[in-house]
């Protein structure tokens, strides 16, 4: 079963406003999350490493005051696109990565489609 | 960037084995092979990792070669839905970060 998730799967929203979007580990604690995004015939591209209880880190070109990272418990990482446009129309995925006995796993969500109209 | 190289596309029939191929020849010595799938518009699906020796899941087997440069993900009895995009990913060492590659689609034939 799942055991990373991500809410809104699908959400529409008007050019200006900001969209939230939630991802939980179900069944373990992550002190590390990662969002990507992916645009159509694309692969996934990485945005940012969220860490638990300190700021997150951006990878080159992601603009960190427009895509907001909060990862304030051990299960939870939001990503607020601020001010959205079309352009940041695109599906958006976490992960989580689950600790293993020798090597740990990381483990996606099912993706949050963002329309930007 | 990635540091994977992999076919653009394969096919394969229902009910044989798929081979999907990875080339990692910059690879370390304390780097990990993570295989993953994606089906259409659906996060990407864990498979399977190694380090340098052969693993085996119930999904798959990943077959690394002694020189780690390469590596082939083998899916024993493919089926119409293991028709996806496969990704061979090199783990940044330390990070934890996956940086994905264009990676092979797979279409499995009836």
């Known amino acids: 079963g799942a055991v990373v998730s991500q809410h809104p799967s699908r959400v529409i929203c008007k050019s200006g406003t900001s969209v939230k979007i939630e991802c939980r580990s179900l069944?373990?604690?992550?002190?590390?999350m990662f969002w990507y995004r992916q645009f159509p015939k694309q692969s996934l591209m990485l945005m940012a490493t969220?860490?638990?209880?300190?700021?997150?880190?951006?990878e080159q070109g992601v603009e960190k005051d427009k895509f907001l990272i909060n990862h304030a418990s051990l299960t939870l990482s939001t990503l607020t696109v601020t001010s959205a446009h079309p352009e940041d129309s695109s599906f958006y995925i976490c992960s989580a990565i689950r600790p293993g006995f020798y090597t740990d796993t990381q483990y996606f969500g099912p993706g949050t489609r963002l329309t930007v109209l | 960037d990635a540091k994977t190289t992999q076919p653009t596309s394969m096919d394969c029939a229902e009910g044989r084995a798929a081979n999907l191929p990875c080339n990692h020849s910059t690879i370390s010595g304390n780097e990990y092979v993570y295989w993953y799938r994606q089906i259409h518009s659906q996060g990407p699906q864990y498979i399977i990792h190694g380090l340098k020796n052969n693993e085996t899941n119930e999904m798959a087997s990943l077959i690394i070669t002694e020189d780690r440069k390469s590596s082939t993900l083998i899916l024993p009895h493919a089926t119409l839905r293991d028709t996806a995009v496969y990704y061979c990913i090199v783990r940044v060492g330390g990070t934890g970060k996956l940086i994905f590659g264009q990676g092979t689609t797979l279409q499995v034939k009836p």
């Open positions: 969220s860490n638990e209880g300190s700021k997150a880190t951006y």
């Open positions: 069944d373990f604690q992550a002190t590390t």
